[in-house]
């Protein structure tokens, strides 16, 4: 038997972006794939993401925006969780980024970005494979 936790996953809309129907489909995927997931809703600020991370004790935060706010929220999760020395949680980002702006995003501690139309599996290999160990 496998004594591992199941990867505790936080999806957030972050900002005054409040399409959520894409998330919800991405946490219901997550879950059927074994991972146990917390929706923290829409119209999300960092502070607040981070510290329901912080407090359901995550390994991956995965934000979500179409608002076109990427290069402003998803950094600002990412500094939030380095202040608090938390940089074992992986960030995630997925929605509408144009292509121009993923290399900026990795560049400021997203590690990976998912666009409209990626399958959930590969998602969920991508944040298997990437997770810290939960042994």
């Given at each position: ?21 894409g ?12 991972m ?18 912080l ?10 925006s ?23 949680i992986?960030i995630?980002g997925g ?24 399958h959930?599996?590969?998602i969920?290999d ?10």
């Amino acid at each position: 038997m496998d004594s591992k936790r199941s990867i505790r996953i936080l999806l957030a809309k972050p900002g005054l972006d409040g399409h959520d129907r894409g998330i919800k489909v991405l946490a219901q995927g997550l879950k059927n794939e074994g991972m146990e997931v917390i929706y923290s809703g829409r119209r999300q600020k960092a502070q607040d993401i981070v510290a329901r991370a912080l407090d359901e004790d995550v390994d991956v935060i995965g934000i979500s925006s179409l608002s076109g706010a990427h290069n402003q929220y998803f950094p600002r999760v990412a500094e939030l969780l380095a202040e608090r020395n938390r940089t074992d949680i992986m960030i995630i980002g997925g929605g509408i980024i144009p292509d121009e702006d993923v290399g900026y995003l990795l560049g400021k501690g997203i590690t990976a970005i998912f666009g409209p139309g990626t399958h959930i599996a590969k998602i969920a290999d991508f944040i298997r494979a990437n997770v810290r160990d939960l042994s």
